[in-house]
T-cell receptor, first 113, second 114 residues
């Protein structure tokens, strides 16, 4: 099993550009999450999904959109990138909600200039 | 608001010594706690977890202690090795089993001195 994979690994955007980050998991997990991690800080939840076709807002959802068209994929979109969205983005998945282990991908480092 | 935080941002220990990383949480309704290890350039990796109906849980070279009275969590690593150098995060599930993601602390950087 590959676990949780993320593409791309690195990306540089100019302010106002758009992009989509892809997360894929092969563990048949129902729950998927997108976090961002900024220097010296823990991870903050952006959006999450409790199953195919469903999404919900997390702690810091503004400026992001997500879609879960297939159970194994969770996409994070930035419609108009801003420098404040420069961060490392991590996707995670879990078999059970909330109080169970989440498995993380390797991260995507995004720089917005 | 509710938060999870760590007492020390950096902890330096000698190789072979035991390490103790501390974490304070403020949400008394949290019932699940988890420790992650994050090496440079990688995603967080599960170490050990504990539920609020327990006060101690042991893994391989690691022990997590939970003191609900003072809302304190600690991770003990026995006989630290160079490979233990990383940032360690505690996290809690504040929703009592809901589908929300975990709430993370800011992390403690563990440095192993040779």
């Amino acid at each position: 099993n590959a676990g949780v994979t993320q593409t791309p690994k690195f990306r540089v955007l100019k302010t106002g550009q758009s992009m989509t980050l892809l997360c894929a998991q092969d563990m048949n997990h129902e729950y998927m999450y997108w976090y961002r991690q900024d220097p010296g800080m823990g991870l903050r939840l952006i959006h999450y999904s409790v199953g195919e076709g469903t999404t919900a807002k997390g702690e810091v959802p503004d400026g992001y959109n997500v879609s879960r068209l297939k159970k194994q994929n969770f996409l994070l979109g930035l419609e108009s990138a801003a420098p404040s969205q420069t961060s490392v983005y991590f996707c995670a998945s879990s078999h059970q909600p909330g109080n169970y282990e989440q498995y993380f991908g390797p991260g995507t480092r995004l720089t917005v200039t | 608001g509710e938060s999870v935080g760590l007492h020390l941002p950096t902890l330096s220990v000698q190789e072979g010594d035991n390490s103790i990383i501390n974490c304070a949480y403020s949400n008394s309704a949290s019932d699940y706690f988890i420790w992650y290890k994050q090496e440079s350039g990688k995603g967080p990796q599960f170490i050990i977890d504990i539920r609020s109906n327990m006060d101690k849980r042991q893994g391989q070279r690691v022990t997590v202690l939970l003191n609900k009275t003072v809302k304190h969590l600690s991770l003990q690593i026995a006989a630290t090795q160079p490979g233990d150098s990383a940032v360690y995060f505690c996290a809690e599930s504040p929703s009592g089993g809901g589908a929300d993601g975990l709430t993370f602390g800011k992390g403690t950087h563990l440095i192993i001195q040779p």
